[in-house]
């Protein structure tokens, strides 16, 4: 069973950067799709970025033109890189990992990202 760990969070003041990093264990990381979801205090949860494990990357409109998913699958850990950040991006960040063949998904526990002055 894969288990997804979240790093990087914390507090940035609007227009910084922060970069999110998720580490699976799993040997097969590869078949993976991966993808970063957030949800905010009295929102449902939301898509913000997936990567296939072809490595095609999928955005949510919000987050074009500043955000960017990738993957390094010899270290098996997916990464968001967050640009010109905004105070509506403030919400728990989680990890999700979703199998090629079976679609079995998992979650990681998040990791809380605020933007504020």
């Known amino acids: 069973q894969v288990q997804l760990v979240e790093s990087g969070g914390g507090l940035v003041q609007p227009g910084g950067s922060l970069r999110l990093s998720c580490a699976a264990s799993?040997?097969?990381?590869?078949?993976?799709?991966m993808g970063w979801y957030r949800q905010a205090p009295g929102k449902q949860r939301e898509l913000v970025a997936t990567?296939?494990?072809?490595?095609?990357?999928n955005y949510a409109d919000s987050v074009k033109g500043r955000f960017t998913i990738s993957r390094d699958n010899a270290k098996n850990t997916v990464y968001l890189q967050m640009n010109s950040l905004k105070p509506e991006d403030t919400a728990v960040y989680y990890c999700?990992?979703?199998?090629?063949?079976?679609?079995?998904?998992?979650w990681g526990q998040g990791t809380q990202v605020t933007v504020s002055s």
């Open positions: 999700n990992a979703v199998h090629d063949l079976t679609a079995v998904r998992r």
């Open positions: 990567i296939t494990s072809g490595g095609i990357p």
């Open positions: 799993t040997s097969i990381f590869s078949i993976y799709k």
